[in-house]
């Protein structure tokens, strides 16, 4: 399996580092061409209005977007979470999505920096997980076709639909590569 990781911003090597754990061959994605022969995509954290800025301004913005609605594997975790949603609360008005998943999110919903939390939850399909949130969002709506896998409290924080996976949390920090394995399972099913 190619899987790329969007290198535009946030913890590129790390999610590499877990994808090749997970027995994936990684790809950098900087430029459209590499969006070639991929079999999935990861959409790390970062800030997601300067992730939708980049994405524009490399010309990625659209034929990733395009990607995605004809099927292509994608996993975002914290602001990848934001740019797969279909809605944001709390966003700018100008705000650039990628969008396929039917979700409504809220931006740094748990707090600010200074917020930030680790917390042991339980992802369906994967177990027991460790997340480790950064000025994180958490869901305030999921579709009907939106399997919500895990929650803190009463909000969704990973969620599942069709080829698209997202999570509040950064599982890359962890060192637990199960959520990695898991996208992994999900291109090869």
């Known amino acids: 399996m190619r899987v790329g990781v969007l290198a535009l911003q946030g913890d590129v090597r790390e999610h590499a580092a877990a994808l090749s754990a997970a027995g994936a061959e990684v790809v950098p994605v900087k430029r459209v061409g590499d969006l070639d022969g991929l079999d999935g995509i990861v959409l790390p954290g970062g800030e997601s209005t300067t992730m939708g800025k980049l994405l524009t301004l490399f010309d990625l913005l659209e034929p990733l977007r395009s990607r995605i609605a004809d099927g ?101 920090l962890t060192g637990d590569g199960r959520m990695h394995a898991y996208f992994v399972s999900m291109m090869t099913a």
Request: hydrophobic share 45%; charged share 20%.
């Open 72 to 172: 292509l594997p994608a996993y975002g975790t914290c602001a990848g979470m934001i740019l797969l949603a279909a809605e944001v609360l709390d966003g700018r008005h100008d705000q650039k999505l990628l969008g396929g998943l039917d979700i409504t999110v809220r931006r740094n919903a748990f707090g600010s920096q200074v917020h930030s939390f680790e917390q042991d939850l339980v992802v369906e399909g994967v177990g027991d997980v460790h997340g480790v949130f950064i000025r994180a969002p958490w869901v305030e709506r999921a579709g009907p076709a939106v399997d919500v896998l895990a929650r803190v409290g009463e909000h969704p924080v990973a969620v599942r639909s069709g080829h698209l996976l997202a999570t509040s949390f950064h599982p890359e």
